[in-house]
Nanobody
Framework: VQLTESGGGLVQPGGSLRLSCAISGLTSGDYAIGWFRQAPGKEHEAFTCISSSDGSTYYVDSVKDRFTISRDMPKHTVYLQMNALEPEDTAHYYC?????????????????WGQGTQVTVSS
């Protein structure tokens, strides 16, 4: 299984970025993709995920209404649209995949990880 993130970069506060997570090698038709981030000196944070089967999503409160996760099944790609970015969103962003069990995407264990992409929000 291979996941490759892209789309990170430097953006001013209030700006937008769209991250992509290209997925290959997953044989299960029922999996979940999550986005995680880690800022220097802070803990690893899971903040959104999406289930492949029904497209159900989950967001933590800090990104709800600003970030949108979506999937393009034919392209095997998951997107993260980030709007109204804040300096506090600065972090290394990772996507991860789970083909394990769990009633919702936020209940699953993520065992496949990409290398991540850096997002820096600064003026």
């Amino acid at each position: 299984v291979q996941l490759t993130e892209s789309g990170g970069g430097l953006v001013q506060p209030g700006g937008s970025l769209r991250l992509s997570c290209a997925i290959s090698g997953l044989t299960s038709g029922d999996y979940a993709i999550g986005w995680f981030r880690q800022a220097p000196g802070k803990e690893h944070e899971a903040f959104t995920c999406i289930s492949s089967s029904d497209g159900s999503t989950y967001y933590v409160d800090s990104v709800k209404d600003r970030f949108t996760i979506s999937r393009d099944m034919p392209k095997h790609t998951v997107y993260l649209q980030m709007n109204a970015l804040e300096p506090e969103d600065t972090a290394h962003y990772y996507c991860a995949a789970s083909d394990g069990s769990g009633p919702t995407c936020q209940d699953k264990t993520y065992g496949y990880w990409g290398q991540g992409t850096q997002v820096t929000v600064s003026s």
